[in-house]
């Protein structure tokens, strides 16, 4: 592709010479640095791969793959390689920027991990009216995600369960389907354990038929403990290819709700379609997705049992015992620790708990699982920030996984850890178990631990993967990139943008930016690329987020990604990464 030519007006065309962008003058520089007579043998790649790209383990049969990578090219020679067949090297898929390999150690407890955990996973769409159905979960499991929840309630005739958002408009979907779903996808992406949290609002009867439905469809992949009382969780491995069951029985079917969560739920009923709609358009036009913050949870709305009274056969599938709110948080956290649990809050709930029991709740998260889950008033299927709930040691931040935006980004960013098998260690100052003052506070000022210091040189592949005038009609993009840190407070404030390059499919920008660190353990880093608009918002032309601890040192190709989080095929940028 050397010329492309833009519509004016019906007499005129301005036609732009498409350059390929040349390499940078430093990745020249350590071509012939690393290499003898113009020719890179297998031994020198190694030796840059060490020495430069800090791969302190890298063996001759990691050279020679990358070597074997190459040899379809036209550019690739026996004797070694070349600079340009060096230069693909840098831009393939053998130079990525974090490890695609689980190596995290998965022989912990449960506790000691941070979970990828889908909310209402069964939903397509908002959480008034959309519709319900199997598919959100399969596409979530294919992500990587090791939590699904599903919400049970009795059908209109009381003889069978389906699966839906209680007190909406959201169109059921039979149980028995999402069951089969999970069974058939549980490990398309990943052989670790899958976690289904069951919010139930079933009578006896109907318990013991799910009972019936979950041994049948899982049989032997489904993980049942000899005991209730564990005093700690089995471990990931341990687990492998497992379904664990984690639920906490309701009280009494379909119990009197307080006066205002039960004028609630039945508004909702009632409602009638084109009401929801109405009520839809109005927080997509104001760009809230919040309507009264009285209004409770749904899951708040029904309290619990005592599991003593729930049917048995139902009560052995629990794998992971559910606790819950009724005696204050206060109770919860300095009861007998000698049972491992799973405790549910609202984002609302933690955001108020961590003022007064922050270092109470990361201790709690030592042992038992803590599941943070959004704010019933979230209509848009919208997302929070996650870490408030990983910085107190949170191992199941529940999103909802069908929709866009920043958080969501960032979860995706956070599990791209360890492989992208959809559990993550908790750095080690979480699991501290010393002296009050000992505890991790991810609010409370702390010395900058290192500096990241990112280079961007130039990009790739927007022309194979967006069309000709995806981005301006009159003539090529104007590309730039923002860039920033999530993570604790003290990391986030710092935001950075590059140069707009003008009329290029393949810009360079070579630019570096730095970043210091407090808590580079739950850093992740984002990076957005744009299209330049002077007269209107500027368009969307990739994205990704990166966990900063997994970060290769060195010069490597970084993958971008829609809005939704699907790569591109060939969009990617070429970066340089370092500590200081």
Same mark, same amino acid.
């Given at each position: ?12 065309? +301005? ?209 049942? %403990? ?22 906490? %029985? ?59 009274? !729930? ?59 803590? +599941? ?43 599990? +791209? ?88 499919? !393949? ?15 739950? !850093? ?57």
């Amino acid at each position: 592709m050397s010329k492309q030519a833009f519509q004016i007006c019906f007499f005129f065309k +301005r036609i732009f010479k498409l350059r390929v962008a040349e390499p940078p003058e430093e990745i020249k520089q350590l071509f012939d640095q690393f290499s003898e007579n113009g020719t890179m043998s297998v031994d020198n790649l190694l030796k840059f791969m060490i020495y430069y790209q800090k791969e302190e383990t890298a063996k001759k049969e990691d050279a020679q793959e990358i070597f074997n990578s190459l040899r379809h090219l036209n550019i690739f020679q026996r004797k070694g390689l070349h600079f340009d067949a060096f230069f693909r090297y840098l831009y393939g898929d053998h130079n990525l920027p974090i490890p695609n390999k689980v190596h995290h150690d998965m022989d912990f407890p449960l506790a000691h991990y941070f979970l990828y955990t889908g909310h209402n996973s069964y939903l397509t769409g908002n959480q008034l009216s959309s519709e319900s159905s199997s598919k959100p979960i399969i596409k979530a499991l294919r992500r990587g995600v090791r939590v699904i929840e599903l919400d049970l309630w009795p059908n209109s005739e009381k003889n069978d369960v389906e699966v839906c958002h209680g007190g909406t408009l959201t169109a059921p979907v039979d149980l028995n389907k999402c069951l089969h779903a999970i069974r058939d996808h549980a490990f398309d992406a990943s052989e670790y354990p899958v976690v289904i949290t069951f919010e139930d609002h079933l009578p006896p009867n109907l318990q013991d038929k799910v009972a019936k439905m979950v041994t049948k469809t899982f049989g032997t992949m489904l993980y049942c %403990p000899e005991s209730e009382n564990l005093e700690e969780f089995p471990s990931p491995n341990s687990l492998k290819r497992k379904i664990l069951i984690s639920t906490k %029985p309701p009280k009494e079917y379909l119990q009197t709700q307080d006066s205002k969560g039960k004028g609630n739920a039945q508004m909702l009923k009632t409602s009638s379609k084109k009401e929801v709609a109405q009520t839809e358009r109005l927080y997509s036009r104001t760009g809230s997705d919040t309507i009264d913050e009285g209004q409770v949870d749904e899951g708040e709305l029904i309290e619990e049992e005592d599991e003593e009274n !729930a049917v048995p056969e139902y009560r052995n599938l629990i794998a992971i015992h559910a606790t819950k709110l009724k005696d204050g948080l206060a109770k919860v956290l300095g009861r007998d620790q000698s049972k491992a649990k799973r405790l549910s809050m609202s984002e609302q709930q933690l955001e108020n708990a961590i003022n007064i029991h922050g270092s109470e709740i990361v201790r709690f998260t030592q042992r038992n699982l803590l +599941r943070i889950y959004p704010k019933g008033t979230r209509i848009l299927s919208t997302n929070y920030n996650p870490h408030v709930g990983w910085g107190h040691g949170a191992q199941m931040v529940a999103f909802n996984m069908q929709g866009t935006g920043k958080y969501l980004r960032i979860m995706q960013g956070m599990f +791209r850890a360890n492989g992208g098998c959809g559990y993550v260690k908790k750095p080690e100052f979480l699991l501290r178990n010393g002296l009050q003052s000992d505890v991790f506070d991810p609010n409370e000022p702390s010395h900058v631990q290192t500096h990241l210091k990112v280079k961007i040189y130039q990009g790739e592949g927007w022309h194979l993967d967006f069309g000709r005038t995806a981005f301006d009609q009159c003539s090529p993009p104007d590309f730039f990139i923002k860039l920033g840190i999530a993570g604790v407070p003290a990391d986030t404030y710092k935001k950075e943008k590059s140069r707009v390059v003008v009329d290029q499919w !393949a810009p360079v920008w070579n630019e570096e930016f730095t970043f210091p660190l407090t808590v580079p353990e739950l !850093a992740v880093l984002r990076l957005e690329v744009f299209d330049y608009d002077q007269a209107k918002k500027n368009d969307f032309a990739g994205q990704t987020c990166l966990p900063v601890s997994e970060l290769k040192r060195g010069i490597r190709a970084v993958p971008l990604h829609d809005e939704k989080g699907d790569q591109y095929r060939h969009t990617r940028l070429l970066m340089r990464f370092q500590f200081d």
